[in-house]
């Protein structure tokens, strides 16, 4: 190994050509001037922190794949899910015909170039700041990025349309890249690509959990994290991919009537619809709407399932109504449609079917309303609808959000008259409430005291009470808002 500079001690600086791999061990720094030219043919490894100019180059030349890793050599463990880049430079020049592997979070500040052979993304994070010519000599065969492991392709400041030249493999049928479009402030957005399209995905890092699905879908999905989300926010992918990368199924139907799609618990959702464009390979554009902002990742593909959806123009809203949560659903015509199953969760991600509705089959569509008087004490409730098809084909809807903290307290009173309990089921009470039974001249007959969560049924003893006519007054401790009923008791 040749080094032309060296300086010791908490600041390790380099220049010239190394022939080995370069180690920054934990607490050391390794900086580079502007201008600064290391050629490396060995691994680079850091536990440390690499901090060089963003004028500096990095040109890796070796003869078998090189790392940027931590320095143990066997790869960084989470590193993905860090908000740390131990290693940042300036330029980088792949000139390694058989890769570099980045397996730690790291910062490009100049232009990677592509002078032979690609960049595989494993499980760190591939930060390329330059809002125009962050790479440059990157082509379909074999020039481009591939990612392999939880780690994404990240760019600056995105607006209009942003090139992510990904694939799967350094093979030009697995090119498969995406170009980012956002029309709102400026965001950072990454991507990484895979083989296949499964049922569902793991929220906190993008991995696929169950099995594949690509019957009628580009056999490809590409994960788009972006850095600020919002619920209702959206951005528009373009995806491309090659023909031997499409299911028979898509292929059919790509000339007239495919989707971008994009998956939620285990669900894929259609979001625009076209024919694809090119002639191998394709693209096809679409919005992509943020539905839970909570999670990071966002599984997309493109789809032929649109053209077996039973449903079109259907519209799934949710309110609340005197204490009940009253969803509805219309549509602009029923093709071979069988029902709907409406499905509720607590969580977001485990539903339940809580109704069977059948469709009317009408041509011209149909409004449903339903109305859910019995639902769990919680914050919030999620609600979807599983449309089914007469040939069992399923799809469904995008989840609608009840929030339950903040209600008005509503109490329903039975059996009145009564004989032995009044019975008193609250919804929205969160804390105490103060009841109290009266007679119409306003004497306390017996009061007590009830905590309560959301929702629940408590009872009030009348057993023993002359009959007739009383005030039952419920006072909510948390509001001071008070409530009066009038209740009759029989013998």
Not at 353 to 379: F, K, M, W
Not at 391 to 408: E, R, S, Y
């Amino acid at each position: 190994m040749k080094i032309i500079q060296t300086c010791v001690g908490l600041f390790l600086c380099i220049k010239g050509f190394s022939q080995a791999s370069l180690l920054v061990g934990s607490g050391s720094y390794l900086t580079g001037g502007n201008n600064a030219y290391i050629t490396l043919q060995g691994d680079l490894r850091a536990d440390g922190t690499v901090n060089t100019s963003s004028t500096s180059t990095w040109n890796f030349s070796g003869s078998v794949q090189q790392r940027i890793t931590c320095t143990a050599g066997t790869g960084c463990t989470a590193i993905y899910s860090s908000t740390s880049y131990p290693v940042t430079v300036g330029n980088v020049v792949q000139n390694n015909a058989n890769g570099i592997s980045v397996e730690v979070n790291t910062i490009v500040n100049g232009t990677h170039t592509f002078t032979s052979g690609a960049t595989q993304i494993g499980d760190g994070i591939y930060w390329l700041t330059k809002t125009s010519g962050a790479y440059s000599g990157n082509n379909a065969t074999g020039k481009f990025f591939v990612t392999t492991g939880y780690g994404l392709l990240k760019q600056s400041s995105i607006t209009t349309g942003r090139l992510f030249p990904v694939g799967s493999s350094a093979s030009a049928n697995d090119y498969t890249p995406a170009t980012i479009v956002y029309s709102g402030t400026a965001d950072n957005f990454s991507v990484r690509v895979m083989d296949n399209v499964y049922y569902s995905y793991n929220s906190a890092n993008g991995a696929p959990l169950t099995t594949t699905t690509n019957t009628r879908f580009v056999k490809k999905t590409w994960i788009i994290k972006k850095d600020t989300r919002t619920t209702g926010d959206s951005f528009t992918p373009t995806l491309q991919w090659n023909a031997i990368n499409e299911d028979a199924a898509f292929t059919a139907r790509r000339p007239t009537d495919v989707t971008i799609a994009r998956n939620h618990d285990g669900f894929w959702f259609p979001n625009s619809q076209g024919p694809a464009s090119g002639s191998n390979p394709y693209t096809l554009s679409g919005t992509v709407t943020y539905d839970n902002a909570g999670y990071e990742y966002y599984p997309v593909s493109a789809t032929a399932i649109n053209t077996i959806l039973a449903v079109t123009g259907l519209k799934f809203t949710g309110s609340m109504n005197a204490g009940n949560v009253v969803l509805q659903w219309s549509t602009l015509s029923e093709t071979d449609m069988s029902y709907f199953e409406l499905q509720r969760s607590t969580t977001g991600t485990n539903f339940t079917t809580i109704s069977r509705i059948n469709a009317t089959g009408n041509l011209a569509g149909h409004q449903y309303n339903y109305e859910d008087v019995n639902y769990p004490a919680t914050d919030k409730l999620y609600y979807k609808l599983k449309m089914v098809d007469k040939d069992n084909t399923a799809h469904f809807t995008d989840v609608v959000l009840i929030k339950l903290t903040g209600q008005q307290p509503v109490f329903t009173i039975y059996p009145n008259p009564a004989t032995n309990y009044i019975n008193v089921y609250a919804k929205h009470l969160n804390g105490e409430c103060a009841v109290q039974l009266c007679d119409l001249s306003g004497k306390i007959i017996q009061s007590s005291k009830i905590t309560l969560q959301n929702a629940g049924l408590f009872r009030v003893p009348c057993k023993g009470i002359p009959a007739g006519i009383y005030i039952l007054n419920i006072t909510d401790k948390v509001t001071s808002k008070q409530f009066a009923y009038k209740v009759s008791i029989t013998p």
